[in-house]
């Protein structure tokens, strides 16, 4: 059954959990889960946002899931989000051939803040709803999270598929709101400008260069491996107790035949995870990568 905005506030308030957010790109999840969460510290419940939306990040860099954590007197904004209590590594703009990292990216940051006594737990997810890829996708995260609420955002039938996944396979309550028309539709490159931007707000913050050795990369470089084909590509910082400690840009030095790392982070790296595409420091992408391909495996 269709509710509206205000009521779905106020059940969300009234009964505490992890909520979780489901629609179609430029439906209005980010401004909801925001709200949501000033309205829960109002009401004296601690708060948190993990931002599953890898490719138009809010809270973290794109390629990332981000968590925050909120205090009583924070302020709720979308630059207050920005940057992250805490991280994972999904390397992707899409989840699409990436379920797996986003999913237990997404999982692992629930439960910390689950286990850090946080009531209202609200997560973003990306626009991919669509198809066999976007069912698939939102089933092993919600079976994965477990929420006690999700909520759909709807301009049609698009998510039918979805609510009904949720009604049968979920003990969580589904709340579906009817997307006003008064929501802002971007274009691909307003979308791809807003991206961009995120990296190089995330960059800005001053990048450091150090030499990387070609061992301590996931997967595995193999012997003999040409360390130029990793020029430009993007990784995850992992600090080998299973979390990510911030994204990095490989830089090639033909000169000396190595490999360096450009990024804000310089402490607490252990490992580092290859992502599936390559940007400048800019934040301009220069397109994704297939790892297979990397690797000559396809």
């Known amino acids: 059954m269709t509710v509206s905005i205000g009521e779905a506030y106020e059940r969300l308030v009234a009964r505490p959990g992890v909520t979780f957010l489901v629609g179609d790109i430029d439906t209005g999840k980010t401004t909801f889960a925001l709200e949501l969460i000033r309205r829960a510290l109002a009401a004296g419940i601690r708060a948190a946002f993990v931002d599953a939306d890898i490719g138009q990040s809010s809270v973290g860099p794109p390629t990332t899931v981000g968590l925050k954590l909120f205090g009583q007197a924070e302020e709720v904004s979308l630059d207050s989000v920005r940057v992250a209590d805490h991280l994972g590594f999904a390397g992707s703009l899409t989840p699409r051939g990436h379920v797996l990292p986003v999913v237990v990216s997404t999982t692992k940051l ?28 939102k089933y092993h995260k919600m079976d994965a999270v477990a929420p006690e609420h999700v909520v759909a955002f709807e301009r049609g039938g698009e998510l039918e598929p979805i609510v009904g996944i949720a009604q049968r396979f979920t003990a969580a309550e589904v709340i579906e709101i009817e997307v006003p028309e008064s929501i802002p539709t971007r274009t691909a490159e307003e979308r791809m400008s807003f991206r961009e931007s995120q990296f190089a707000s995330y960059f800005a913050t001053g990048t450091s260069r150090w030499r990387v050795k070609p061992t301590v990369f996931m997967p595995t470089l193999p012997p003999d491996f040409d360390l130029i084909r990793l020029d430009g590509l993007l990784v995850g910082m992992e600090d080998g ?41 800019e934040g301009r992408s220069k397109g994704p990568v297939s790892l297979r391909q990397l690797f000559g495996t396809e």
């Open 110 to 137: 629930v439960a910390k803040a689950r286990e850090s006594g946080y009531g209202v737990i609200v997560v973003d997810t990306t626009g991919m709803v669509s198809g066999i890829s976007g069912q698939v996708l």
């Open 241 to 281: 107790a299973g979390e990510c400690v911030g994204i990095g840009v490989l830089e090639y030095d033909a000169g000396e035949d190595i490999l360096r790392m450009v990024s804000p982070v310089t402490t607490g790296v252990k490992g580092l995870r290859l992502g599936s595409v390559r940007i400048d420091i």
